[in-house]
């Protein structure tokens, strides 16, 4: 079984500041690495995702990840957040073709 | 394309109702799966159906939850008797089985009074 920590329950930034959401996971098993946005009142939105490969993955809106095998980690990275990108932003593993395990969301909430 | 859709996006109901929600999927996804997010238990699996199959239902809370698949385009979750420990938002998501990228609808938002 898989399980996803997000070690940042809220994120308070200044506009054009860098960001970065940590997330921690755990697998005995080979893992997919995906991190979702959830907007205001809104679905969840594929911000980018590891399968294999480059280590370095970039996503929608200036994000990227690094997949960190040692540290099993996939910390989320932003180098200049704007004011709309203020949401929930959830990490999620996956160890089969289905089932995603979330973790606790990290709320960003960028200030002018 | 439409994207994930689904209906009602808000739903307000009294303890002891029946309380359908309504998903169409993607069109060409085989895949579809119902979540419910709250603040006490994040986002959960209640349900995963591939090509109309309920496939792992694990996560239904309980017999009070059902969820139908009668045909590629359309999916069903009621709870009959509703409580008020259901209110949440409940997401549908797709996708092509064996591919891991899951598309999320915009979510119902149950409150049950």
């Known amino acids: 079984a898989q399980s996803v920590t997000q070690l940042d329950s809220q994120v308070p930034v200044f506009e054009e500041a860098p960001v970065e959401l940590r997330c921690n996971y755990s697998?005995?098993?080979?893992?997919?690495l995906f991190w979702y946005v959830q907007y205001p009142n809104q679905g969840l939105q594929l911000l980018l995702k590891?399968?294999?490969?480059?280590?370095l993955v970039k996503g929608i809106n200036g994000f990227e990840a690094e997949f960190n095998k040692s540290q099993t980690s996939f910390h989320l990275r932003k180098p200049s957040v704007h004011i709309s990108d203020t949401a929930e932003y959830f990490c999620?593993?996956?160890?089969?073709?289905?089932?995603?395990?979330f973790g606790a969301g990290t709320t960003v909430t960028v200030r002018a | 394309d439409a994207g994930v859709i689904q209906s009602p996006r808000h739903e307000v109901t009294e303890m002891g109702q029946e309380v359908t929600l309504r998903c169409k999927p993607i069109?060409?996804?085989?895949?579809l799966f119902w979540y419910r997010q709250t603040m006490m238990r994040g986002l959960e699996l209640l349900i995963y159906?591939?090509?109309?199959?309920?496939?792992?239902d694990s996560g239904m809370p309980e017999d009070r939850f059902s969820a139908k698949m009668p045909n590629a385009s359309f999916s069903t979750l009621k709870i009959q008797p509703s409580e008020p420990r259901d209110s949440a938002v409940y997401f549908c998501?797709?996708?092509?089985?064996?591919?891991?990228?899951?598309?999320f609808g915009p979510g119902t938002r149950l409150l049950v009074l």
């Open positions: 069109s060409g996804h085989n895949s």
């Open positions: 159906f591939n090509n109309n199959v309920p496939i792992d």
């Open positions: 998501a797709s996708s092509f089985a064996g591919q891991e990228t899951q598309y």
């Open positions: 590891y399968l294999s490969g480059s280590t």
């Open positions: 999620a593993v996956s160890d089969s073709d289905y089932k995603l395990s």
């Open positions: 697998s005995s098993v080979s893992v997919y």
